[in-house]
T-cell receptor
Framework: RKEVEQDPGPFNVPEGATVAFNCTYSNSASQSFFWYRQDCRKEPKLLMSVYSSGNEDGRFTAQLNRASQYISLLIRDSKLSDSATYLCVVNLSPYGQNFVFGPGTRLSVLP | DGGITQSPKYLFRKEGQNVTLSCEQNLNHDAMYWYRQDPGQGLRLIYYSQIVNDFQKGDIAEGYSVSREKKESFPLTVTSAQKNPTAFYLC?????????????FGSGTRLTVV
């Protein structure tokens, strides 16, 4: 089983739609969690950290379920500019960083 | 503004040649990383360094070498032993004293074998 798995995608949604991505991780000792966004042929950029109580940043909401070992990202009112690949990232180490990247889920928001 | 600078943006390598990719950061981060990304694939860890003068192999270190003589710099050499080096190479850095602190990436180097 891969350490971090994501919805295979791609997701094609109309502007204004709500879309949710899921990510599961295999290591129950994982310490911290992130969502990154990667545009085509560009570097990944941090979208948001994921906290145990869940957190929201504008149209983006991240949830963490440690018991089931999954993370989700919800995007409301999708914009054309949200089109990108979304990477789920899990930090396995309590001492510094040992990040494992998921394969990514591609989102295309259509006019 | 602080950040990570990778150079060159594009690099062409002939068969049997060694090439070095530069990565410099002025974020005062302790840890630095090199990843490789192939088209349509996820990121794979090549090497990482948590402190100056120390580095560790990642999942796909064969055919690559690194050095960490300064905190700011973590160059990657792609040697002739790397049989399929064409890929997008990403350098990242982060702090080591907070596990909830994400990575900052450079803008990447695209390496092509000609």
């Amino acid at each position: 089983r891969k350490e971090v798995e994501q919805d295979p995608g791609p997701f094609n949604v109309p502007e204004g739609a709500t879309v949710a991505f899921n990510c599961t991780y295999s290591n129950s000792a994982s310490q911290s969690f992130f969502w990154y966004r990667q545009d085509c042929r560009k570097e990944p950029k941090l979208l948001m950290s994921v906290y145990s109580s869940g957190n929201e940043d504008g149209r983006f909401t991240a949830q963490l379920n440690r018991a089931s070992q999954y993370i989700s990202l919800l995007i409301r009112d999708s914009k054309l500019s949200d089109s990108a690949t979304y990477l789920c990232v899990v930090n396995l180490s309590p001492y510094g960083q040992n990040f494992v990247f998921g394969p990514g889920t591609r989102l295309s928001v259509l006019p | 503004d602080g950040g990570i600078t990778q150079s060159p943006k594009y690099l062409f390598r002939k068969e049997g040649q060694n090439v070095t990719l530069s990565c410099e950061q002025n974020l005062n981060h302790d840890a630095m990383y090199w990843y490789r990304q192939d088209p349509g694939q996820g990121l794979r860890l090549i090497y990482y360094s948590q402190i100056v003068n120390d580095f560790q192999k990642g999942d796909i270190a064969e055919g690559y070498s690194v050095s960490r003589e300064k905190k700011e710099s973590f160059p990657l050499t792609v040697t002739s032993a790397q049989k399929n080096p064409t890929a997008f190479y990403l350098c990242a850095s982060t702090r080591t004293n907070r596990e909830d602190y994400g990575y900052t990436f450079g803008s990447g180097t695209r390496l092509t074998v000609v």
